[in-house]
């Protein structure tokens, strides 16, 4: 029973040894995990130019997520050690083992119970406050990285508007010149001889009569000269073209108007994730703009989901107690004139919803990829 009772002390005292070897080097990692997230976020936004803020978040986030884990880690291994220590207290309250017995071989195995329980406590406490801070970095971090989304879709519908201007300043300057060469061509009037050869005013002459026209033409004063004839006619044809012409102007100027009264709210199809694109909607979390989502298309339910959640109408982050830092107008507001920034585009109730076509998602797709 001696022999055996020993035994099972020396593999207890074997195990808690074991788990205070895995605490150091737990603790090690953490440090390593803390000091190079601390590092990033000092850094960002110049340790690397060609960085883009995005690309920064997901390095702290991958540093934050291996310190989290080693955290838990350590906590799993606090458990052990006081499970362990329960055993041995289990067997001196059983009388199986002499306080003072336990006291002499805890000294020569090393292991000190107050000061690891003391060292657990704190390293707990200390890796806690890191976390809470490092988590206020990272939620700003997230800020900065929506600016710089949104700065960069500014950019690129900027970009899109001014595709579509050369291609409609392309299409009038087709239509113009179509006209002008209408205009050329009935202005140009022909020769007397070939509307004398196309509509004669002689009647009919035999081409075996070698008459003179003089003797052939009658005296007939109701019947108009070729001159006057050619020049009614020009004129006839100059007036025709020039309504045409005012006409069609008036045509082009009442399309171009109702393009901008009517503005259409391009969504995607519901669930929809565009494959470029590394931007989340603030509604359902899927990758496109906010003002694209397909499963939140009504307004008043994307203004009730924002106040529910307790997020900004301006800028749609989350940031409660602190007035918006931003300044952003509405887009569609500003086309119609109104200067107004007490709203997001996709919290704008001019628009008309209207969803992609897959050939107008491809455009699209294929336009961030080059980008």
Same mark, same amino acid.
């Given at each position: 029973?001696?022999?055996?009772?020993?035994?099972?002390?020396?593999?207890?005292?074997?195990?808690?040894?074991?788990?205070?070897?895995?605490?150091?080097?737990?603790?090690?990692?953490?440090?390593?995990?803390?000091?190079?997230?601390?590092?990033?976020?000092?850094?960002?936004?110049?340790?690397?130019?060609?960085?883009?803020?995005?690309?920064?978040?997901?390095?702290?986030?991958?540093?934050?997520? %291996? /310190?989290?884990?080693?955290?838990?880690?350590? +906590?799993? #291994?606090? !458990?052990? =050690? &006081? @499970?362990? *220590?329960?055993?041995?207290?289990?067997?001196?309250?059983?009388?199986?083992?002499?306080?003072?017995?336990?006291?002499? %071989? /805890?000294?020569?195995?090393?292991?000190?119970? +107050?000061? #690891?329980? !003391?060292? =657990? &406590? @704190?390293? *707990?406490?200390?890796?806690?406050?890191?976390?809470?801070?490092?988590?206020?970095?990272?939620?700003?971090?997230?800020? %900065?990285?929506?600016?710089?989304?949104?700065?960069?879709?500014?950019?690129?519908?900027?970009?899109?508007?001014?595709?579509?201007?050369?291609?409609?300043?392309?299409?009038?300057?087709?239509?113009?010149?179509?006209?002008?060469?209408?205009?050329?061509?009935?202005?140009?009037?022909?020769?007397?001889?070939?509307?004398?050869?196309?509509?004669?005013?002689?009647?009919?002459?035999?081409?075996?009569?070698?008459?003179?026209?003089?003797?052939?033409?009658?005296?007939?004063?109701?019947?108009?000269?070729?001159?006057?004839?050619?020049?009614?006619?020009?004129?006839?044809?100059?007036?025709?073209?020039?309504?045409?012409?005012?006409?069609?102007?008036?045509?082009?100027?009442?399309?171009?108007?109702?393009?901008?009264?009517?503005?259409?709210?391009?969504?995607?199809?519901?669930?929809?994730?565009?494959?470029?694109?590394?931007?989340?909607?603030?509604?359902?979390?899927?990758?496109?703009?906010?003002?694209?989502?397909?499963?939140?298309?009504?307004?008043?339910?994307?203004?009730?989901?924002?106040?529910?959640?307790?997020?900004?109408?301006?800028?749609?982050?989350?940031?409660?107690?602190?007035?918006?830092?931003?300044?952003?107008?509405?887009?569609?507001?500003?086309?119609?004139?109104?200067?107004?920034?007490?709203?997001?585009?996709?919290?704008?109730?001019?628009?008309?919803?209207?969803?992609?076509?897959?050939?107008?998602?491809?455009?699209?797709?294929?336009?961030?990829?080059?980008?």
């Amino acid at each position: 029973m001696s022999s055996f009772k020993w035994t099972l002390f020396d593999e207890t005292i074997r195990s808690i040894q074991q788990v205070i070897k895995e605490a150091r080097g737990i603790e090690e990692r953490l440090k390593e995990q803390h000091h190079a997230r601390s590092m990033i976020l000092a850094t960002r936004g110049g340790h690397s130019p060609k960085e883009s803020k995005y690309e920064t978040m997901m390095k702290v986030l991958k540093h934050q997520w %291996e /310190f989290e884990t080693e955290l838990n880690n350590y +906590r799993e #291994n606090y !458990k052990k =050690y &006081k @499970e362990n *220590m329960q055993k041995i207290d289990n067997l001196i309250r059983l009388n199986v083992f002499h306080p003072q017995e336990v006291d002499r %071989e /805890f000294k020569s195995a090393e292991i000190h119970d +107050r000061i #690891n329980r !003391k060292n =657990y &406590k @704190e390293e *707990m406490e200390v890796n806690g406050d890191h976390q809470k801070r490092a988590l206020r970095e990272i939620q700003l971090l997230q800020e %900065e990285v929506e600016d710089e989304r949104e700065k960069e879709e500014n950019v690129s519908a900027w970009e899109q508007a001014q595709v579509w201007a050369k291609k409609i300043i392309a299409k009038l300057e087709t239509l113009e010149k179509t006209i002008a060469d209408k205009d050329n061509s009935c202005s140009q009037p022909k020769p007397v001889e070939e509307l004398i050869e196309e509509k004669p005013l002689l009647g009919n002459v035999h081409s075996s009569k070698k008459n003179s026209v003089s003797d052939t033409i009658p005296t007939d004063t109701n019947i108009p000269s070729a001159t006057t004839f050619t020049t009614t006619t020009t004129t006839n044809i100059s007036a025709t073209t020039t309504a045409a012409t005012v006409t069609n102007e008036k045509k082009c100027s009442g399309n171009i108007e109702r393009g901008q009264e009517t503005q259409y709210r391009m969504l995607v199809p519901p669930n929809y994730s565009k494959p470029q694109c590394h931007t989340r909607c603030i509604f359902c979390t899927k990758h496109h703009l906010s003002n694209e989502c397909g499963n939140y298309q009504d307004v008043e339910e994307r203004r009730k989901f924002i106040e529910e959640k307790g997020r900004c109408n301006t800028c749609l982050n989350y940031h409660p107690g602190t007035p918006c830092r931003k300044n952003t107008k509405c887009s569609f507001c500003c086309k119609q004139g109104v200067q107004d920034n007490s709203h997001h585009a996709a919290l704008c109730l001019r628009p008309l919803n209207k969803t992609m076509t897959e050939s107008e998602l491809q455009q699209q797709n294929s336009m961030m990829k080059h980008q």
